[in-house]
């Protein structure tokens, strides 16, 4: 099939050698010039490098991985995933020499980075007076939240402990990282800062990637942090320049997540790029477009779609009424179609973003009575188990794959009604050579006369070393359950079906190779598995929607103090601007933005609420 593309489109799918920086608007092609870019190099005749291709998002990868899918060998010529993952193959393979052996043990879950970070004060008299001087339980809860907080932001920033001047805080930052090693874990910034260092420490083993990697892509690079454009940097060294950046510092809603938009400017004088900018816009209908311009002044769109669109602005009483608009707008659309939006409108074809997770209350209450079917994208990754019997066995699955993982062991004793402390679980055995499987025979055989379910599935699971059949244990899961009180059963079958998702998701993605216990829960962690089922109307955060398209768009909750948020002041109001601009540039052809006069507070009260800034904007 042939594929048109522009004049400047063009010249990125034909960039060779060196440098290159495209900066693309919204709904400019650039995953089509990444893609087919990726594509004329791989079928280079004679050929046989490799090419890595790094996104911001599982989806993303996957998106361009099915669009390569026909290319004979792609899965052995092209690494396409996401930085993280990417981090976790080279220490996987690689890390020994800063502490990693074998695939990573990622504590995935906040509530786990903070129990490590509490466990660790609790140990040293000093740290843990300090936080007992927070005050009451919820204030000391909130200063581990910010203690958490200021690691993540050192380790983004590359630093580790002992470049930390303030003397107390540099032993927390490094007591965490210690109680992490004990359990044999890493924490999602571990993997780039380890990373970074493997690279910086071990010049051979860049140049090993360097050489295996002729070609590097980098999307959405206006996401790029410090610590993520300082690996890219340690990985090319001095003399590799056949990298290409694509991103869009318009779209930059990051920051508060450290990224920031200068890292395009650094890529472009660093490596002395090349820059193509990609100015047309093969998304949106003309009145989004002038929307999105009255939100962003800098955007220039040298051609738009030959489609008019709409764009409107409703005023409602409350969230109620909202809800019920949008309820009744998506049922008459599905109904009667829109001469603007190519053939029939399905729910599919229609989002709901708002700017925080709180605003849909309203909104899915109508949707559910009313029996039209939505669904949420998620922020994180982490799996979270609301039966006793899934949370147990996902403990379990943890120490099969990590018998050094002291939290979870913990967590897992306390769970099944085992007393004896850590070490006393352990016994004499040498950690080093205890395998899981021993781990939790010896855990049973304290465990007495009540012994726990979970040891019964973990007899379906067929284990041999790390080799597992987990579909066996779902099923012995399924089975047990008929006989579980009715509010049990239907915790545990919910849990069930979410299991499921997530391991016919991995034997997807490794049809041809060995399942095994570390390799699931790390593309759990890393969020591979996590494939919403994309069914009905999409309720998206602002930030969950970044790379979406739908020819219908409700955006919510257009209040001062919702959107923009009530906290935004000088730079963080300039990026909720850039907020409101890619949320209209998710619409394809039919924009509604709504807000309502009254809302109903968490206790109990109901405000008057004005309408947004940036809605006024819209309006000019």
Known sequence: MTIRLTESQQTVVNHDEGALLVVAGPGSGKTRVLTERVRRLLKQEGEHFRVLALTFTNKAANEMADRLAGIPGVDERAFIGTMHSFCTEVLANRGKSVGVNGLPNIFDSYQDRKQVLLDAVRQHSDLKRELENAGDSRSQSRKVDQWLKRIGELKNELVVPEMVEDERFARLYAEYDNQLRASNALDFDDLLLLTYRLFEERPKIAAFYRRQYRYISIDEAQDLNEAQYRVLCALCGTEYFNIMMVGDPKQAIFMWNGAHPKYLELFESDFSAKRVELQENFRSSAAVVAAARKLNDDYSVEGVLPVEGVVQVDECEDEEDEAKFILTTIQELCEHGHPDVEGEITLEKCAVIGRNKFVFGALQSAFEESDVKFYKKLSGTAVQSESDVIAELELALRLLANPLDRL??????????????????????????????????????????????????????????????????????????????????????????????HWNAYLRSESGGAHNISSFLSQIALGTTQQPNEDGVALLTVHASKGMEFDVVFLISMNEGTFPDYRAKGASLDEEQRNAFVAVTRSKRLLYVTYPNVRLMPWGDFKQQDRSRFVDKILE
């Not at 099944?416 to 402390?421: L, Q, R």
């Not at 899981?436 to 304290?446: H, N, R």
């Not at 080799?467 to 099923?475: G, P, R, T, W, Y």
Request: a neutral charge; hydrophobic letters at 40%.
């Open 408 to 501: 979870h062991l913990g967590m897992l004793a306390k769970r099944i009604g085992v007393t004896h402390s850590i070490q006393e679980i352990y016994g004499n055995a040498s950690l080093r050579e205890l395998t899981g499987k021993q781990l939790l025979t010896q855990l049973k055989s304290l465990s007495g006369t009540s012994i726990s379910l979970v040891f019964t599935i973990l007899e379906s699971l067929g284990i041999e070393g790390e080799a597992f059949n987990f579909q066996k244990a779902l099923s012995r899961i399924e089975e047990l359950a008929v006989s579980f009180p009715t509010e049990q059963r239907a915790l545990v079958l919910q849990d069930l079906g979410e299991w499921k998702k």
